[in-house]
Nanobody, 116 residues
Framework: QVQLVESGGGLVQPGGSLRLSCAAS????????MMWYRQAPGKERELVTF????????NYADSVKGRFTIFRDNAKNTVYLQMNSLKPEDTAVYYC?????????WGKGTLVTVSS
């Protein structure tokens, strides 16, 4: 049974930082592209960033480029999202996604609230 468990969300002031983690189990982690999505209240879910299987390539939405960094530790079956210079518009539930072998797995999400 595949499980993706996000952690690290919380309340942070504008300009602050958070690091999200997504721990995966039940799959060969190093064979999956890992993605972070987010869904703000009243909005559709959007892709924030992804990282390829070996971590050799990453891609970011324009809205987070230069502020967020995705990285992975295949030995720990974990992908991370380092979020710096957070803005109120970054407030959302952040979801981890694993994609490979025509399969698509989701975590339950972690809430990030950016507010003073």
């Amino acid at each position: 049974q595949v499980q993706l468990v996000e952690s690290g969300g919380g309340l942070v002031q504008p300009g602050g930082s958070l690091r999200l983690s997504c721990a995966a189990s039940g799959l060969i982690f190093s064979n999956y592209v890992m993605m972070w999505y987010r869904q703000a209240p009243g909005k559709e879910r959007e892709l924030v960033t992804f990282i390829t299987e070996t971590g050799g390539s990453t891609n970011y939405a324009d809205s987070v480029k230069g502020r967020f960094t995705i990285f992975r530790d295949n030995a720990k079956n974990t992908v991370y999202l380092q979020m710096n210079s957070l803005k109120p518009e970054d407030t959302a539930v952040y979801y981890c996604n694993a994609r490979g072998y025509n399969m698509n797995y989701w975590g339950k999400g972690t809430l990030v609230t950016v507010s003073s």
